[in-house]
């Protein structure tokens, strides 16, 4: 789709759809984000915000776990835990230490030898604020930093910055404390308390949670503020609506319509691909290699420079389903079995649902849900093969296999060129289009002739 030609490209309805990856990542249902972004403006108006300031409230909302995918390997390796099971039930605890201690307790090591679960269990008690900081500020810090880049105020990047940060100074990283914490910081917490208890026990648990952490967590005039607002209307009916996304875009910041030109969509594909590859050590710049070795492969195959430029977004978002993946898989480094090895497959399912739901990204969509097909019909999801693979994802298959193999990964260190390019050619013409490969060797030939 060409951007200069769309003229209707709200930067709220692409950042509400891309949010439903978050959601994935933090293991929230479909629409946390959504629906903390309804309960945090409506509490941002609540309290008489100003315009500007709603707008820069409203797009932190939509974006606040921007930093999520960046503590997830750590996460799964201080305790040996799905990071993203682990990730939705610690948003249930309060931190108080009788929760903390049942929390680590049970999740925990849960599938290794006693050995090795006592192990962890004790570094982690023994260094437990240790921890939970260095999570936390890799998260924020991270967040803050992607959202820098995706052009967004000062104000949202502080914001996210300072989610985790609690009124009595008990929060993380840096123990902010009252008044010195970003208020966007403090209803975006709130509201994403509210919606996390919500769903998983109800609205009475909800407001039981806010009232609770009240004077610790939270302002208590937030907190009298939100119960003020709760009361009113239909509240909790509205927020369970299906159609509460459409109810989220027509708020007053999101009509102020933001649109999205060729230069800033080429900046958010990229901002999130940043979110994809963090989510493991091992992927890190993976999706911006895998862009460029595309954009190489298509520019010698003769494509426009508005087709490159297009195929090179899908190359940059073909592994966001992968934030649906827990690191146990991903980074595990011996065989997956039979049930691990079907998780990694169903990756570029959820690519292709997130992507088809973005109408900027929909022609996308076939492309980062096609990327493991195979000419010979022996690939995943679908076991398309031939001419049923287009011209676009073959492209895409060729690069992604090239850096897979030119990459460290957890099971082997990266190969040199040439010998990926001698494992590449045994796949010609089963998994990899031999056009596209001898592109790439061109691409890559030429590419070297000019730096030498």
């Not at 939970?132 to 949202?156: D, T, Y």
């Not at 994403?192 to 026990?201: C, E, G, L, T």
């Not at 022996?378 to 060729?398: C, F, W």
């Amino acid at each position: 789709m060409d951007i200069s030609q769309q003229q209707h490209i709200r930067l709220a309805e692409l950042l509400s759809a891309l949010s439903h990856a978050l959601d994935l990542t933090e293991g929230q249902p479909r629409g946390h984000c959504i629906r903390c972004c309804w309960i945090g403006t409506q509490l941002g108006m609540t309290i008489k915000l100003w315009p500007d300031e709603l707008s820069d409230l409203y797009y932190t909302l939509l974006l606040k776990d921007l930093g999520c995918s960046s503590n997830a390997a750590r996460i799964c390796e201080l305790y040996l835990a799905d990071d993203i099971g682990f990730k939705r039930d610690f948003k249930l605890i309060d931190g108080s230490l009788p929760q903390a201690l049942r929390f680590v307790l049970g999740h925990t090591g849960l599938d290794k030898s006693l050995a090795e679960r006592f192990r962890a269990i004790i570094g982690i008690l023994k260094n437990g604020g240790e921890i939970a900081r260095e999570l936390i500020e890799a998260r924020c810090h991270r967040g803050a930093e992607i959202a820098a880049k995706m052009r967004f105020s000062s104000a949202v990047c502080d914001a996210i910055q300072n989610l985790d940060e609690h009124w009595d100074g008990g929060g993380k990283p840096g123990g902010r404390i009252q008044k010195d914490i970003p208020l966007f910081s403090q209803i975006a917490l709130l509201a994403q308390v509210v919606d996390v208890f919500n769903i998983a026990n109800g609205s009475a648990a909800a407001v039981r949670e806010v009232l609770n952490r009240s004077g610790t967590w939270f302002d208590p005039d937030l907190v009298a503020a939100f119960i003020h607002l709760q009361g009113q209307g239909d509240f909790w009916g509205i927020l369970a609506e299906e159609g509460l996304p459409e109810l989220v875009l027509d708020l007053e910041p999101a009509k102020a319509k933001r649109l999205v030109d060729e230069d800033y969509l080429d900046e958010i594909a990229t901002g999130f691909a940043q979110v994809i590859d963090a989510k493991s050590t091992f992927t890190r710049g993976h999706s911006e290699r895998v862009a460029v070795f595309t954009d190489m492969i298509a520019e010698e195959l003769g494509m426009s420079p508005q087709r490159r430029r297009w195929l090179g977004r899908g190359a940059l978002l073909h592994d966001i389903g992968k934030l649906a993946i827990s690191n146990a898989i991903l980074d595990k480094p011996g065989k997956l079995t039979d049930q691990e090895f079907a998780a990694i497959k169903s990756h570029p399912v959820h690519s292709e649902a997130i992507l088809m739901n973005i109408d900027v990204f929909k022609d996308l969509a076939p492309v980062a849900g096609g990327h493991h097909e195979r000419l010979d019909g022996k690939g995943y999801p679908r076991g398309l093969a031939g001419t049923d693979i287009s011209l676009e994802t073959r492209i895409v298959t060729t690069a992604d296999i090239f850096d897979a193999l030119t990459a460290d990964r957890p099971y082997r260190p990266a190969m040199p060129v040439s010998q990926a390019y001698g494992i590449m050619r045994k796949d010609l013409g089963k998994a990899i289009d031999p056009n596209c490969f001898e592109a790439l060797q061109a691409a890559l030939a030429r590419a070297e002739a000019e730096v030498a």
